[in-house]
């Protein structure tokens, strides 16, 4: 009965509860104008200003209040009309044809201070905290409800990203980091092929995420950014993968950093790539992996030209920005031993991915191979994982591979399909590769896919 009660609460707390809101920062503005050609607000506009403001002043005090969306249960009243201003233009863009009326030194659609002055008919102490709470440090930009590029009385104070979707209930758009892209797999720790001990590891690169609040606020810990992890590994040992897995458990989207884009021939714009890529990220609940991290990490070398000391300060910006973040950054690498030993103190934990075992083999192919596609009975998993020694991306490739081959002839998956798939696998990085390369699973192989000379 209580859950049902709640739900009803929940469904009274609705957008349309704002029109008075909106309405009546449009009425302001309305009267400003005419205040400022000379004429006076007629009395029937005065009496509607009244009457919204008395329906404004009950909507916040009631149970259906759709400010507590954006918990702002600290804000005085006047700084939830501060937030009301700068809402309104893109709640009812029409406000913001008023305010570029308004403002016609510099037309912009959103409310400025010395607008918000006029509007609200603020003294000098009201104003004083206007000022306040609306710059860089202040409650609405801490709270990350409006944005403003820099602290004047003439800038424009913006709508935070998710303030008004949050408040007006509108689909959120994914705003991706500049320099990275989202990673879309799904993964559960039953998919992850590891050894035990290295499973754990991860699990424990997740408490430094949970109990970040119990550790630093409640016993007074150091408080450090990230947590920062090292995957290293072959490629297709799944280090991915796992970041995956922990990206999904903590129910927050993975962003893989594309270092490419953000180093620049140019001195001085891949700091400025970076800063962009983690002020984007700032606040935000997001996994980021950076891969192959050993082409930035690698021991630095002897300084010989100015490009030399340039390239050792974007590094050592990037690992500044990496350690300070206050979210988790994985990265990756498949050359540990390159990597400068003395960035290892930056690290928070470091798992090692193994190339699988034959046992580990035979779970991927298991696993690899489409769960609803039929097998003949020559396909013995056990002797697939034996024949060959493949990493998990190996064996994912190759298990489709097979499939779409079984399709095409509209056949069961048979070892004939494995082989052909294997063989194909291995040929990428083996340009001379030879059919016993396959062992024991070369009997398979059909000789016109492998050509007399390989024979």
Same mark, same amino acid.
């Given at each position: 009965?209580?859950?049902?009660?709640?739900?009803?609460?929940?469904?009274?707390?609705?957008?349309?509860?704002?029109?008075?809101?909106?309405?009546?920062?449009?009425?302001?503005?309305?009267?400003?104008?005419?205040?400022?050609?000379?004429?006076?607000?007629?009395?029937?506009?005065?009496?509607?200003?009244?009457?919204?403001?008395?329906?404004?002043?009950?909507?916040?005090?009631?149970?259906?209040?759709?400010?507590?969306?954006?918990?702002?249960?600290?804000?005085?009243?006047?700084?939830?009309?501060?937030?009301?201003?700068?809402?309104?233009?893109?709640?009812?863009?029409?406000?913001?044809?008023?305010?570029?009326?308004?403002?016609?030194?510099?037309?912009?659609?959103?409310?400025?201070?010395? *607008?918000?002055?006029? &509007?609200?008919? #603020?003294?000098?102490? %009201?104003?004083?905290?206007? @000022?306040?709470?609306?710059? !860089?440090? =202040?409650?609405?930009?801490?709270?990350?409800?409006?944005?403003?590029?820099?602290?004047?009385?003439?800038?424009?104070?913006?709508?935070?990203?998710?303030?008004?979707?949050?408040?007006?209930?509108?689909?959120?758009?994914?705003?991706?980091?500049?320099?990275?892209?989202?990673?879309?797999?799904?993964?559960?720790?039953?998919?992850?092929?590891?050894?035990?001990?290295?499973?754990?590891? *991860?699990?424990?690169? &997740?408490?430094? #995420?949970?109990?970040? %609040?119990?550790?630093?606020? @409640?016993?007074?810990?150091? !408080?450090? =950014?990230?947590?920062?992890?090292?995957?290293?590994?072959?490629?297709?040992?799944?280090?991915?993968?796992?970041?995956?897995?922990?990206?999904?458990?903590?129910?927050?989207?993975?962003?893989?950093?594309?270092?490419?884009?953000?180093?620049?021939?140019?001195?001085?714009?891949?700091?400025?790539?970076?800063?962009?890529?983690?002020?984007?990220?700032?606040?935000?609940?997001?996994?980021?992996?950076?891969?192959?991290?050993?082409? #930035?990490?690698?021991?630095?070398?002897?300084?010989?030209?100015?490009?030399?000391?340039?390239?050792?300060?974007?590094?050592?910006?990037?690992?500044?920005?990496?350690?300070?973040?206050?979210?988790?950054?994985?990265?990756?690498?498949?050359?540990?031993?390159?990597?400068?030993?003395?960035?290892?103190?930056?690290?928070?934990?470091?798992?090692?991915?193994?190339?699988?075992?034959?046992?580990?083999?035979?779970?991927?192919?298991?696993?690899?191979?489409?769960?609803?596609?039929?097998?003949?009975?020559?396909?013995?998993?056990?002797?697939?994982?034996?024949?060959?020694?493949?990493?998990?991306?190996?064996?994912?490739?190759?298990?489709?591979?097979?499939?779409?081959?079984?399709?095409?002839?509209?056949?069961?998956?048979?070892?004939?399909?494995?082989?052909?798939?294997?063989?194909?696998?291995?040929?990428?990085?083996?340009?001379?590769?030879?059919?016993?390369?396959?062992?024991?699973?070369?009997?398979?192989?059909?000789?016109?896919?492998?050509?007399?000379?390989?024979?």
């Amino acid at each position: 009965m209580m859950k049902a009660a709640v739900e009803n609460i929940q469904e009274s707390i609705s957008p349309m509860n704002l029109q008075p809101e909106w309405e009546r920062v449009e009425l302001l503005a309305h009267c400003l104008l005419l205040s400022r050609s000379g004429r006076q607000p007629q009395d029937d506009m005065l009496k509607r200003l009244e009457q919204l403001q008395f329906q404004v002043d009950r909507l916040r005090q009631s149970i259906h209040n759709p400010w507590t969306k954006l918990s702002v249960n600290q804000l005085s009243p006047l700084g939830i009309d501060v937030l009301a201003c700068i809402l309104a233009s893109e709640a009812q863009p029409k406000t913001g044809w008023l305010y570029q009326e308004l403002q016609p030194a510099s037309p912009q659609p959103f409310v400025t201070v010395a *607008l918000l002055q006029q &509007l609200l008919a #603020l003294d000098y102490n %009201e104003l004083y905290h206007v @000022r306040q709470m609306t710059a !860089a440090g =202040g409650e609405l930009q801490q709270l990350n409800l409006i944005e403003a590029d820099q602290d004047s009385a003439f800038a424009p104070l913006r709508p935070g990203r998710k303030a008004l979707t949050r408040l007006m209930d509108l689909p959120e758009a994914e705003e991706i980091p500049p320099g990275a892209y989202p990673v879309r797999q799904r993964a559960a720790w039953d998919d992850l092929v590891l050894p035990p001990d290295r499973e754990r590891m *991860l699990r424990e690169y &997740l408490m430094w #995420l949970r109990h970040r %609040e119990t550790v630093v606020d @409640r016993w007074g810990g150091y !408080a450090l =950014g990230g947590p920062v992890a090292l995957f290293s590994g072959s490629s297709g040992t799944g280090k991915t993968f796992a970041a995956t897995v922990i990206a999904n458990e903590m129910d927050w989207p993975l962003y893989r950093v594309d270092l490419a884009r953000l180093v620049s021939k140019y001195i001085g714009e891949t700091e400025k790539n970076i800063g962009r890529l983690f002020d984007a990220a700032h606040g935000r609940e997001m996994v980021l992996q950076f891969d192959e991290v050993d082409a #930035l990490m690698s021991k630095r070398g002897e300084i010989k030209e100015a490009r030399d000391r340039y390239a050792n300060m974007e590094v050592s910006y990037l690992l500044a920005r990496i350690e300070d973040h206050q979210g988790p950054c994985i990265l990756t690498t498949n050359l540990r031993n390159q990597i400068d030993k003395a960035f290892s103190r930056r690290f928070q934990i470091v798992v090692e991915f193994p190339r699988p075992d034959r046992k580990a083999r035979a779970q991927l192919w298991q696993r690899m191979l489409p769960p609803r596609a039929p097998r003949a009975d020559d396909l013995d998993i056990d002797f697939l994982a034996q024949a060959v020694n493949l990493t998990g991306g190996n064996i994912r490739n190759a298990g489709l591979h097979a499939a779409y081959l079984a399709a095409e002839e509209k056949q069961p998956i048979s070892l004939v399909h494995a082989a052909i798939a294997v063989y194909r696998e291995l040929a990428k990085d083996r340009p001379q590769l030879n059919k016993n390369d396959l062992g024991p699973l070369a009997n398979h192989l059909p000789q016109a896919v492998c050509g007399v000379e390989n024979a």
